[in-house]
Protein backbone atom coordinates (compact mmCIF):
# COMPACT_ATOMS: atom_id res chain seq x y z
CA UNK A 1 0.00 0.00 0.00
CA UNK A 2 1.19 3.24 -1.03
CA UNK A 3 2.01 6.01 1.65
CA UNK A 4 0.02 9.10 1.85
CA UNK A 5 1.64 12.27 -0.09
CA UNK A 6 1.74 15.09 2.50
CA UNK A 7 3.12 18.60 1.38
CA UNK A 8 3.16 22.15 2.41
CA UNK A 9 0.47 24.30 0.85
CA UNK A 10 -1.01 27.70 1.09
CA UNK A 11 -4.60 27.10 0.68
CA UNK A 12 -7.33 29.88 -0.05
CA UNK A 13 -11.10 29.32 1.14
CA UNK A 14 -13.20 31.97 -0.53
CA UNK A 15 -17.25 31.60 -0.01
CA UNK A 16 -20.27 34.06 -1.42
CA UNK A 17 -21.82 36.06 1.35
CA UNK A 18 -25.84 35.17 1.86
CA UNK A 19 -25.64 32.70 -0.67
CA UNK A 20 -28.84 31.10 0.65
CA UNK A 21 -30.66 33.63 1.50
CA UNK A 22 -29.60 34.91 -2.25
CA UNK A 23 -30.80 31.59 -3.78
CA UNK A 24 -34.18 31.82 -1.81
CA UNK A 25 -35.11 35.03 -3.00
CA UNK A 26 -33.82 34.34 -7.06
CA UNK A 27 -32.10 30.89 -7.84
CA UNK A 28 -31.75 32.06 -11.50
CA UNK A 29 -30.00 35.41 -10.97
CA UNK A 30 -27.77 34.05 -8.05
CA UNK A 31 -26.46 31.37 -10.25
CA UNK A 32 -25.86 33.41 -12.99
CA UNK A 33 -24.19 36.00 -10.90
CA UNK A 34 -21.94 33.17 -9.20
CA UNK A 35 -20.70 31.63 -12.46
CA UNK A 36 -19.95 35.23 -13.48
CA UNK A 37 -17.99 35.74 -10.63
CA UNK A 38 -15.80 32.43 -10.96
CA UNK A 39 -15.42 32.60 -14.98
CA UNK A 40 -14.43 36.69 -14.85
CA UNK A 41 -12.53 37.16 -11.23
CA UNK A 42 -12.10 34.00 -9.22
CA UNK A 43 -10.80 31.39 -11.91
CA UNK A 44 -8.70 33.96 -13.87
CA UNK A 45 -6.86 35.64 -10.34
CA UNK A 46 -5.75 32.07 -8.97
CA UNK A 47 -4.80 31.11 -12.17
CA UNK A 48 -2.44 34.29 -12.61
CA UNK A 49 -1.42 33.46 -9.02
CA UNK A 50 -0.18 30.47 -9.83
CA UNK A 51 -2.55 28.33 -8.03
CA UNK A 52 -5.53 25.93 -8.54
CA UNK A 53 -9.00 25.29 -7.26
CA UNK A 54 -9.24 21.99 -6.35
CA UNK A 55 -12.81 21.50 -5.05
CA UNK A 56 -16.29 24.09 -5.81
CA UNK A 57 -19.03 23.26 -3.00
CA UNK A 58 -21.73 25.79 -4.67
CA UNK A 59 -20.96 29.07 -3.37
CA UNK A 60 -17.39 27.87 -2.09
CA UNK A 61 -14.43 27.30 -3.41
CA UNK A 62 -10.69 25.88 -2.09
CA UNK A 63 -8.08 26.88 -3.72
CA UNK A 64 -3.59 25.19 -3.69
CA UNK A 65 -0.81 27.97 -4.54
CA UNK A 66 2.65 26.75 -4.67
CA UNK A 67 3.24 30.30 -2.15
CA UNK A 68 1.62 31.60 -0.09
CA UNK A 69 2.70 35.38 -0.65
CA UNK A 70 0.43 33.89 -4.51
CA UNK A 71 -2.40 32.96 -2.50
CA UNK A 72 -2.61 36.16 -0.29
CA UNK A 73 -2.36 38.12 -3.24
CA UNK A 74 -4.81 36.60 -5.09
CA UNK A 75 -7.12 37.19 -2.48
CA UNK A 76 -6.68 40.64 -1.81
CA UNK A 77 -6.77 41.04 -5.31
CA UNK A 78 -10.26 39.29 -5.67
CA UNK A 79 -11.47 41.67 -3.16
CA UNK A 80 -10.21 44.28 -4.79
CA UNK A 81 -11.45 43.76 -7.86
CA UNK A 82 -14.73 43.33 -6.39
CA UNK A 83 -14.93 46.52 -4.93
CA UNK A 84 -14.17 48.91 -7.48
CA UNK A 85 -16.84 47.42 -9.56
CA UNK A 86 -18.75 48.53 -6.88
CA UNK A 87 -17.24 51.13 -4.42
CA UNK A 88 -20.52 51.62 -2.30
CA UNK A 89 -21.15 48.10 -2.38
CA UNK A 90 -24.99 48.76 -3.19
CA UNK A 91 -24.84 47.07 -6.30
CA UNK A 92 -27.22 43.64 -6.00
CA UNK A 93 -25.29 42.52 -9.11
CA UNK A 94 -22.06 41.88 -7.35
CA UNK A 95 -21.87 39.89 -4.63
CA UNK A 96 -19.26 39.75 -2.25
CA UNK A 97 -17.24 37.68 -1.04
CA UNK A 98 -15.54 36.39 2.81
CA UNK A 99 -11.70 34.88 2.17
CA UNK A 100 -9.57 32.99 4.70
CA UNK A 101 -5.84 31.97 3.88
CA UNK A 102 -3.79 29.58 5.88
CA UNK A 103 -0.01 28.40 5.10
CA UNK A 104 -0.46 23.94 6.67
CA UNK A 105 0.45 20.64 6.19
CA UNK A 106 -1.62 18.65 3.36
CA UNK A 107 -2.51 15.24 2.37
CA UNK A 108 -2.85 14.98 -1.38
CA UNK A 109 -4.94 12.32 -3.20
CA UNK A 110 -5.70 12.90 -6.48
CA UNK A 111 -6.32 16.30 -7.30
CA UNK A 112 -7.97 16.82 -4.14
CA UNK A 113 -6.11 17.99 -1.08
CA UNK A 114 -7.68 17.33 2.96
CA UNK A 115 -5.91 18.04 6.40
CA UNK A 116 -5.84 20.67 8.49
CA UNK A 117 -4.45 22.92 6.40
CA UNK A 118 -7.06 23.23 4.68
CA UNK A 119 -10.11 22.82 7.64
CA UNK A 120 -7.92 25.96 9.10
CA UNK A 121 -8.40 28.31 5.93
CA UNK A 122 -11.99 26.91 5.83
CA UNK A 123 -12.46 28.26 9.59
CA UNK A 124 -10.79 31.63 8.63
CA UNK A 125 -13.41 32.34 6.24
CA UNK A 126 -16.06 31.62 8.31
CA UNK A 127 -15.23 33.91 10.93
CA UNK A 128 -14.13 36.39 8.00
CA UNK A 129 -16.17 39.56 7.45
CA UNK A 130 -17.75 40.07 4.06
CA UNK A 131 -15.28 42.00 1.64
CA UNK A 132 -12.60 41.13 3.38
CA UNK A 133 -9.51 38.43 4.10
CA UNK A 134 -8.86 36.84 7.02
CA UNK A 135 -4.82 35.07 7.70
CA UNK A 136 -3.13 33.39 10.56
CA UNK A 137 -0.49 35.17 12.51
CA UNK A 138 1.61 32.22 10.80
CA UNK A 139 0.66 33.98 7.40
CA UNK A 140 1.11 36.97 8.19
CA UNK A 141 4.51 36.58 9.19
CA UNK A 142 5.48 34.74 5.85
CA UNK A 143 3.90 37.87 3.88
CA UNK A 144 5.01 40.68 6.31
CA UNK A 145 6.88 43.65 3.80
CA UNK A 146 6.61 41.72 0.87
CA UNK A 147 2.86 42.51 -0.36
CA UNK A 148 1.21 46.00 -0.12
CA UNK A 149 -1.84 45.14 1.54
CA UNK A 150 -2.15 46.00 4.62
CA UNK A 151 -3.51 44.03 7.64
CA UNK A 152 -4.67 44.27 11.23
CA UNK A 153 -4.96 41.74 13.75
CA UNK A 154 -8.48 40.77 14.67
CA UNK A 155 -6.77 39.37 18.29
CA UNK A 156 -6.66 35.75 19.19
CA UNK A 157 -9.89 33.90 18.03
CA UNK A 158 -11.05 29.89 18.86
CA UNK A 159 -12.06 28.36 15.42
CA UNK A 160 -14.43 25.85 14.90
CA UNK A 161 -13.13 22.21 14.66
Known sequence: MRGVER???????????AYSKLMSTNEEKTLRLV???VEEIISPEIS???GRIFKTMGDGYLAEFPSIVGATNCAVSIQNIISERDPSGNDDDILRLRIGVNLGDVIVDSDDIYGEGVN???????????NCVTITQRVYEEI???ISAEFFSIGKKKLKN
Not at 7 to 17: E, F, Y
Not at 120 to 130: F, H, K, Q, S, V
Request: with cysteine; charged share 25%.
Open 48 to 50: SHN
Open 35 to 37: KTL
Open 120 to 130: IAARLEAICEP
Open 144 to 146: KGK
Open 7 to 17: KLAAILAADVV
